[in-house]
């Protein structure tokens, strides 16, 4: 059938586009924090919550978020999560406390808990299984492109306009989106008549008790804690270490996330041929002695290659990951698996944050932050390690 390929590439367009809102509305904190903390009178491990307090929110309800994807289906919660998520990150351009922006930011966290899993199961249920890891692949650069989006523009808009000015932004961005996924995400037929009655109390507790998915979900924690605690302290660490401009920090912090956008579709292409748990524990691995080389080095003039590489190895074992979850249960599961599995993940991308913070306000090094931050990775791929595929999933080479 012709044209057989405009739906599922529709599709992957739109939950792409919810998710790389999420992480702009996300990760328009860090880039302020020298401001912003300057304006509040924050402390360190204060700014370090806010990044916390928006994770709490979201790692709360990635499991009832996957719940509820399979219960009513992943358009109307994409749509929900939409308009909370904006709402109230327009609300931190009127914040003038702590406590207003910790509770602001937990909201809005609240609003982006079921992306990740609603847009698992709309690729599902678009995407053949034999081309699912490029579209995951291209899903996942959601995260890198939202990473060099708030770079660009928030430093910028926050020196010229303040802080505060960013947010009204990056809250309008989600609000605009609903009105694109309410005219053209659509659920397939067979969507409606199997998946939306939700998995029963027996499934969900099966996906409970999978050994491998919470394997895999301990090496996801280990990644995630590394990824997104260096998104929240690099640009600090460049502007205070380094001495860079908040807009020089941010450019070189839209290069770790330029670096991961170019790498993941490649890798979710590769990921569809080769061992998917190969490629993770190698990836992981990796990423621990780059995080370290960071934090030691002291040259600008490497400053370019060198997060870059730190960039593709903080995003690279994302997308592989994400479709060995999608291959350890049920299709039917897609969404409460998804849920419980990024629970575990995000749960590193919560502490992180606030356990730099603390370390650097104790000791006033970034590098023991930053090998801190290392340590999550290296365990993530140690429990890669442990992780068993059904012999079918573990092939070398799968049928194209």
Not at 39 to 45: F, P, R, T, V
């Amino acid at each position: 059938m012709k044209n057989n390929w405009i739906r599922p590439v529709t599709v992957v367009v739109l939950v792409w586009m919810t998710y790389m809102f999420s992480f702009v509305d996300r990760l328009s904190w860090p880039p302020v924090i020298p401001l912003a903390s300057k304006d509040m009178g924050l402390s360190a491990a204060n700014a370090g919550s806010y990044m916390t307090a928006f994770y709490i929110g979201y790692v709360i309800t990635q499991f009832p978020g996957g719940l509820l994807t399979d219960r009513f289906g992943y358009r109307k919660v994409l749509l929900g999560s939409y308009l909370t998520m904006g709402v109230f990150t327009l609300s931190m351009s009127l914040v003038h406390t702590f406590e207003q922006g910790f509770a602001f930011r937990l909201l809005a966290g609240l609003g982006s808990g079921a992306i990740f899993s609603a847009s698992m199961a709309a690729i599902f249920d678009h995407v053949s299984a034999k081309r699912r890891g490029i579209a995951i692949g291209l899903f996942m650069t959601a995260t890198s492109l939202g990473v060099t989006v708030v770079n660009l523009f928030v430093p910028t808009v926050a020196q010229n306009h303040g802080w505060r000015s960013a947010f009204l932004i990056a809250g309008l961005l989600p609000i605009a989106g609903i009105i694109l996924n309410f005219f053209f995400l659509k659920e397939s037929n067979t969507y409606h008549g199997t998946k939306t009655k939700g998995v029963s109390v027996k499934e969900m507790f099966e996906v409970l008790k999978n050994k491998n998915l919470l394997l895999a979900g301990a090496a996801g924690f280990g990644g995630l804690w590394a990824t997104w605690g260096t998104a929240t302290w690099a640009n600090t660490y460049l502007n205070h270490n380094l001495h860079l401009s908040l807009v020089e920090a941010g450019k070189m912090m839209a290069v770790y996330g330029m670096a991961g956008l170019l790498c993941k579709p490649l890798i979710g292409f590769i990921s569809d041929y080769f061992n998917k748990k190969t490629i993770a524990f190698w990836a992981l691995f990796l990423f621990a002695p780059v995080l370290v080389w960071f934090g030691i080095n002291t040259h600008t003039g490497i400053l370019v290659p060198l997060t870059a590489i730190l960039g593709i190895t903080a995003f690279i074992y994302s997308p592989v990951m994400t479709a060995i979850i999608g291959e350890l249960v049920d299709e039917k599961q897609i969404g409460t698996a998804m849920g419980l599995v990024n629970a575990i993940w995000q749960l590193g991308s919560l502490i992180s944050p606030l356990v730099v913070g603390v370390v650097v306000d104790t000791t006033s090094s970034f590098l023991l932050g930053f090998m801190v931050l290392a340590a999550g990775p290296l365990l993530g791929a140690i429990m890669m390690l442990f992780v068993r595929l059904k012999a079918k999933q573990a092939r070398k080479w799968d049928a194209a």
